[in-house]
């Protein structure tokens, strides 16, 4: 009974844990899998979905019935098809400004216990954040990949292994961990059955429309969830701005952590990154045995910028490449894959020559180049995101999307209804997000999902903005400028005092003369200051001449 009783307490208190990604605890269960719904409870009332409340209801998913491209020519082979299907065909739908997988969050962009208040929040330039924030962030960071997530869990083999959901597989893994894992699930190969046996020319979140649109959600989240995990409801993901740059600038042990003496190829012992273990980044392996990948740890993160293969990257891309792929209309073209010519999402991705806008380039640019450029665990797709540099970089990469919207103001229709590959038309949900969130959901400004760029500001909020971290510094020190003020003052206020009473008690001292006591307190000239008086008047002249 004991044992009973302390089962039901567990269960009862992972019961009432909000969850808001992919396969939360709660959902990763024989019967959720079995019955395929996950309408979790919301806490504030206890029924699902927050319904009695009227935050949510679990409801049946609607799926798109249009085709997709040629690209994938498969049906039911793969778990992502018509997602979340395979899972779950009920789930949370909110209603309002909430949001969530059990309603119990709001929407981006809005705060407060009934998600109602309205707040912008702003991404920074990395190198224009104060020393207190860039510690603050290389903190959150570690925070995050030492923390084991209480929400949620990550699936490590496919529905039919579960044998339809009666031996679920999934894993612990870190808050952080958790995103490395979606980015992995999300760009794998599809299983076609045995070793050896994938399909490559597939991906959910790459080479297609909703390249752009997937990783403004995914970002979105992992704000959210760091903010959720530090209590800090201020942060944002700091942006880094590698237009022209010559090298990795933010390849230092303050921030994303320097290079290694001992082997180029690993991070100097002085970040704390060095001590980060990667996962999911063996994609042949994974594709040789015909098996997901398992969550485990695989060795330390690699970076080796600047030593990447010339033929593929000569360098990193130039204000001008980026100008010239913000110049582009079509937001995509043709086929919507990297063969797409004169496309502004396939340049940006970095298939499209950003001198000439022709897709399948022999040469990467813009995003791509800038994940080959480092050489290491940023240049694996499915791996990419176990370098924290992943981070700073898609924030920039955001940041061009939304110049481009806020130029070209496309009509929604500019979004794909259909033919576009698999996983990437307008209606398509986006794999493995729950709660839902469809693709076209995306293709909007970052002002109307609550946030902005502080280089996209006006002239006086960016100079206003430039000065904030200085005077946040001087902010940090004032108290001990106040304090050597006040000390001078003393000290001097002090001195005075002493001349003076040395002056009253040895003013009529028989031992020391009126002219010794001048002589004691002033230093002897050398030379006389002042020669005459027809000098005095030629340097009035000359500084009246001078003026």
Known sequence: MELLSLSQTVIFMLYFVPCYQQ???????????????????????????????????????????????????????????????????????????????????????YFGVNCDQRRESLRRNIFHLSRAERIRLVSYLNLAKQTVSRDYVVVTGTYMEMENGSAPMFADVSVY??????????????????????????????????????????????EH?????????????????????????VCTDELMGGRSTQDPSLL????????????????????????????????PLRRNPGNQDRNMVERLPTSAEVEFTLSLTNY???????????????????????QTGL????????????????????????????DPIFLLHHAFVDSIYEQWLRRHRPSPSQYPDSNAPIGHNSEYHMVPFLPLHRNREYFISSKDLGYEYSYLLDANQ???????????ELQDVWPWLLLAGLCGGIVAVAVAAAVVTAKRRYRGSSWLPASSWKNLFTLPERQPLIWSNDTVESSHRNYQTTM
């Open 225 to 249: 969830e760091i903010r959720k995990l530090t209590g800090d409801r201020s942060f944002t993901i700091p942006y880094w701005d590698w237009r022209d740059a010559q090298g990795c600038d």
């Open 177 to 222: 961990d958790v995103f490395v894992w979606m980015h992995y699930y999300v760009s794998r190969n599809a299983l076609l059955g045995g070793p050896g046996n994938v399909w490559t020319d597939v991906d959910f979140a790459h080479w297609a429309p909703a390249f752009l649109p997937w990783h403004r959600v995914y970002l979105l989240h992992w």
């Open 23 to 109: 396969f939360p605890r709660l959902c990763a269960t024989q019967e959720a899998l079995r019955t395929k719904v996950c309408c979790p409870p919301w806490e504030g009332d206890g029924s699902a979905c927050g319904a009695s409340s009227g935050r949510g209801f679990c409801q049946d998913v609607e799926v798109s019935d249009r085709s997709d491209g040629p690209q994938y020519p498969f049906s039911g082979l793969d778990d992502r098809e018509k997602w979340p299907l395979v899972f779950y065909n009920r789930t949370c739908q909110c209603a309002g400004n909430f949001m969530g997988f059990n309603c119990a969050d709001c929407k981006f962009g």
């Open 359 to 386: 897709g399948n380039s022999s040469r990467m640019g813009m995003h791509a180049a800038l994940h080959l450029f480092m050489n290491g665990s940023m240049s694996s797709v499915q791996g990419s995101a176990n």
């Open 268 to 299: 100097s012992p002085g970040s704390v990154f060095s001590s980060w273990r990667v996962l999911c980044s063996r994609a042949e392996d994974y594709n040789n045995r015909g098996v997901l990948c398992d969550a485990r740890e695989e060795g």
């Open 462 to 472: 960016r100079l206003s903005e430039s000065m904030r971290p200085y005077l946040e």
């Open 332 to 354: 995509d073209t043709g086929a919507m894959d990297r063969n797409a010519n004169m496309s502004f999402r396939n340049t940006l991705e970095g298939f499209g020559d950003p």
